[in-house]
């Protein structure tokens, strides 16, 4: 069973940068597709970013590309989500989700199977 935990969440003015970073223990990153998803007070979770089991290809929801940037580190066995230009609108609990794939070049918008407990990102304008 993998286990996923979130850090780096806080308090960000607009336009600041945040990392946070997902360390997966119990299985090895490589055999996993990585996602983050977001959840806003009142609002159902959302699907943020996805980065593929090799790492050569992600994808990104519409208000977040160009401002966010999903990776992964084998050798850490953690995956991270670069966010620049941080809006107010990107406050919310940010979970990062994981599941076994046989294909290495995919990534996912949905289907995760493990997820992580989260970690608040607030953004004050």
């Known amino acids: 069973q993998v286990q996923l935990a979130e850090s780096g969440g806080g308090l960000v003015q607009a336009g600041g940068s945040r990392r946070l970073s997902c360390l997966v223990s119990?299985?090895?990153?490589?055999?996993?597709?990585m996602g983050w998803f977001r959840q806003a007070p009142g609002k159902e979770r959302e699907f943020v970013a996805s980065?593929?089991?090799?790492?050569?290809?992600?994808e990104y929801e519409e208000s977040v590309k160009g401002r966010f940037t999903i990776s992964r580190d084998a050798d850490k066995n953690t995956t991270y989500l670069q966010m620049n230009n941080l809006e107010p609108e990107d406050t919310g609990m940010y979970y990062c989700?994981?599941?076994?794939?046989?294909?290495?070049?995919?990534?996912?918008?949905?289907?995760?199977?493990?997820w992580g407990q989260g970690t608040q990102v607030t953004v004050s304008s």
């Open positions: 989700s994981a599941k076994k794939f046989m294909l290495v070049y995919a990534t996912l918008r949905y289907g995760y199977d493990d």
């Open positions: 119990g299985e090895p990153l490589n055999d996993y597709v």
């Open positions: 980065i593929s089991r090799s790492g050569t290809f992600d």
